[in-house]
């Protein structure tokens, strides 16, 4: 990549800045002797920044974000409670914000049982797969509205809206990804119930399959995949679904994993038309922010997401394997949040 | 109460008729001293009836049915993909049919890891819950709509509608359950996504609350559910939640107790207005039918929901017991669908 690359940073509230200055850490290690040099632009966002101006995204802030070339993100969210917020709602103005303006349709999520991890399963198998989460529409896209609010005769409504523009898209990625990896793909939807989005939904990954000859589909209802999860995760290779399922999906998946400390995402705009956005898939856990507690390895691991995703091949692989040789290598005894990224940024040369 | 209770039996598809077989053997044993007696009409309803006379659910049907105080229903739907079902959705027609046009508006469904049952959760703890699943609204209500189907440029909705009347009604049933239980309600949805939908759910748990002032509430989005579903599935008591989210949860929680070949539910009119529903969580399934392989156990736990929805507390409380000794002797050994009925129903005096 000629010049550097130019990083946007939100670390966010509650434990955001904690795993971010960790992830900052880990990337400025395996970095420091590649050719690429990063540039980074720290961004002021999230609860505590609207708690002090009222703004949650600006239009400016949208531009200068999306100048950027790739976007690093802590976490989002204040107290759950807290009456300032009440109609804020930081999550749906900043993190849906960003991942539909910078048209991030791809959100990728990867899981994976890294050996001596303790799973809340007996038996968890092996366990290596990704849910390629639609990222920009479905119910997730805000179209939902209230009759005569408050009273016992409201009536509020909430629109799924599926383009067939939207999922062919993911759909292809999802079979490319499933094409270098095991050819497995995997449809989740609730067809049986919700028979128009469901339809097209499977209508369009019938029509895609035609071109991935090689990679073998199987579609599972969403109730009965999430008992897959627990009972025979191993089965899966690469799980496509809509915005909402994928979120369900992939909060169990870190739990069966070891835990949502653990896992990485990657909100993608396979275009290259706006820059991608890292981040942990766990949120701001604001009762033990500020005190160390925090595991950085889910933000870390979005740093291997982030470099394969800049064509850093080498370096995510290297962020990869010492976060696998740390993670053998834990013991019961608790380490802080720095410790943990002193640990991995120190095997990686620091 | 007075005169034969009238049962409605729809036997279903796949292996519902083996369940339910091995159900009615023992409703038959736990009822064969008590004073209420049972007089059962069987019902031929489901794919197979489907393919021969192109009938999901008549009006004849539901005529017919509703004249009785109560329903038990093995499975119904037919092998999946088979073409001449194609347009059918004996699902939506027949089982979601019946769930909306007899206002079940109680999805009742309770989790309880039995002592001896192997659970995948390596230490699953003292499980006891029952989820409220909401049954006659939300993304089930069939409101969606599809253009340019068929086209890349199809867009395919789904409406979610919430009404304060319908989602007040179960919520008042779950705070109900919650003062005769451990007293603890968890409400479930997707509030920071689905503001409106959610805002009102929780709008409605807030001032119901204030009429229950024993019962402590929380809040959990669905995604962070399925999380504390197997980590620590010991925390929760009651969960009330959607329609969508509910089936989702349940199947989980299924899988989590042991397999959802234990998991009962009862499809709840509280008002009386029209008979309940009771059947199983599991589907058809077709590929094990008619092999004696299906563990009947769910069906005849629905049948002790039935029971004690009848006011039948003792012989619901018999079949309960019954059922508890028959799991904590269960060897590895695999017994056939009328082995395990008959062994239960031998307990209870058959
Ligand atoms: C915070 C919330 C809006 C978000 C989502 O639902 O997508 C989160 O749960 C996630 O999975 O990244
Ligand atoms: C068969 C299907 C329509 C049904 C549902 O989604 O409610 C089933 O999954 C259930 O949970 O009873």
């Known amino acids: 990549m000629p010049g550097p690359v130019k990083l946007a940073v939100i670390p966010g509230d509650g434990i955001g800045p904690e795993v971010v200055a960790e992830a900052i850490k880990v990337l400025d290690a395996v970095t420091a002797q590649s050719a690429t040099t990063f540039e980074k632009t720290w961004f002021s966002l999230g609860a505590a920044r609207f708690l002090e101006t009222g703004d949650v995204l600006t239009d400016a802030d949208l531009a200068s974000i999306?100048?950027?070339?790739?976007?690093?993100?802590?976490?989002?969210?204040?107290?759950?409670?807290d009456p300032r917020l009440k109609d804020a709602n930081i999550e749906r103005g900043l993190l849906l914000g960003l991942r539909f303006a910078l048209d991030h349709y791809v959100n990728l999520r990867p899981t994976h049982v890294y050996p001596g991890v303790p799973s809340p399963l007996s038996n968890p198998g092996d366990v290596d797969f990704i849910v390629v989460r639609e990222g920009t529409e479905g119910p997730y896209v805000g179209n939902g509205g209230a009759i005569r609010r408050g009273t016992g005769h409201e009536v509020a409504n909430e629109v799924s809206v599926n383009t067939a523009f939207g999922v062919e898209r993911v759909v292809r990625f999802a079979f490319a990804q499933a094409a270098q990896r095991r050819n497995k793909l995997t449809l989740v939807h609730k067809t049986n119930v919700l028979t128009f989005a469901g339809g097209m939904w499977q209508r369009i990954v019938n029509e895609v399959a035609a071109e991935f000859h090689g990679v073998s589909v199987d579609y599972l209802h969403v109730d009965a995949a999430t008992i897959f999860l627990v009972t025979d995760p191993a089965r899966f290779d690469v799980i496509v679904t809509d915005n909402l399922f994928g979120d369900i999906l992939t909060d169990l998946a870190g739990a069966i994993s070891g835990g949502i400390g653990l896992a990485a995402s990657g909100n993608?705009?396979?275009?290259?038309?706006?820059?991608?956005?890292?981040?942990?898939?766990?949120?701001?856990?604001?009762?033990?922010?500020?005190?160390?507690?925090?595991?950085?390895?889910?933000?870390?691991?979005?740093?291997?997401?982030?470099?394969?995703?800049?064509?850093?091949?080498e370096e995510a692989a290297a962020v990869t394997s010492a976060v696998t040789a740390d993670i053998a290598g834990r013991s019961s005894g608790a380490r802080t949040t720095s410790e943990i990224g002193d640990a991995i940024a120190h095997a990686l040369g620091a």
């Open 268 to 313: 993608i705009n396979p275009d290259g038309a706006f820059p991608s956005m890292f981040e942990p898939v766990h949120g701001s856990a604001p009762d033990i922010a500020g005190q160390q507690k925090a595991d950085p390895t889910a933000a870390i691991l979005s740093v291997a997401l982030l470099l394969e995703h800049l064509g850093l091949t």
């Open 66 to 81: 999306s100048a950027h070339d790739a976007i690093l993100l802590g976490a989002v969210g204040g107290v759950p409670g």
